[in-house]
């Protein structure tokens, strides 16, 4: 039975953790995930949304509360960019409040 949904709050991840949690083909069906409160930074979170490094494409929910992405990390993710991301995964939230 495949994982639909992983919270590993406050548990020290990193933007490498995220690459291999990203990578991990066993985590392909995975809809919802919660990462709050780990220092992932921006090059986490790209690795968990890029469908060039993510085989996250299910991936629905989205939550990373405090995982130390400031504003100008945020915005070198554009528009245009969230909304080609949109077009090869199924995301529909993503939570980066308190960052």
Same mark, same amino acid.
């Given at each position: 039975? /495949?994982?639909? !949904?992983?919270? =590993?709050? %406050?548990?020290?991840?990193? /933007?490498?953790? *995220? ?9 392909? &069906?995975?809809?919802? =995930?919660?990462?709050?409160? +780990? /220092? ?5 979170? #790209? !690795?968990?949304?890029? /469908?060039?490094?993510? *085989?996250?494409? @299910?991936? @629905?929910?989205? !939550?990373?509360?405090? *995982?130390?992405?400031?504003? @100008?990390?945020? !915005?070198?993710?554009?528009?245009? @960019?969230?909304?080609? %991301? ?9 939570? #980066?409040? &308190? +960052?």
């Amino acid at each position: 039975m /495949p994982i639909l !949904s992983l919270r =590993l709050n %406050l548990t020290g991840l990193g /933007p490498s953790e *995220c690459h291999i949690i990203s990578s991990y083909g066993e985590l392909q &069906h995975l809809r919802d =995930l919660d990462l709050s409160f +780990n /220092p992932i930074r921006i090059d986490g979170l #790209v !690795s968990l949304i890029d /469908p060039q490094y993510s *085989c996250l494409r @299910k991936l @629905k929910r989205l !939550s990373l509360v405090d *995982c130390s992405i400031n504003a @100008k990390q945020a !915005s070198l993710i554009s528009v245009s @960019k969230l909304e080609e %991301l949109r077009a090869q995964v199924a995301l529909n939230y993503l939570n #980066v409040s &308190h +960052n």
